[in-house]
């Protein structure tokens, strides 16, 4: 989240002043650490689901 954030405020200070730059830049920062989270929440689950189809294949054999 961090490194996200500084490259984020690099790009904005270009374009509007400093600290809301770096604001904005931290804001990005939370929503792309959120939408990571969410990925790997999926993915997560998914995984979950083969590996309790597994476990009941070798329970009940």
């Known amino acids: 989240m961090t490194t996200y954030a500084v ?3 690099t790009e904005l ?3 509007m002043d400093a ?3 770096g604001k904005q830049a ?3 920062a ?3 650490t959120s ?3 969410i990925g790997l929440a999926i993915v997560a689950t998914i995984f979950s689901l083969f ?3 597994h476990m009941h294949e ?3 054999k």
């Open 7 to 9: 490259d984020r405020t």
């Open 35 to 37: 939408l990571v989270t």
């Open 58 to 60: 070798e329970i009940y």
């Open 30 to 32: 939370i929503n792309y």
């Open 26 to 28: 931290l804001l990005d």
């Open 51 to 53: 590996i309790r189809k």
């Open 13 to 15: 200070s270009h374009t």
């Open 19 to 21: 600290a809301i730059a």
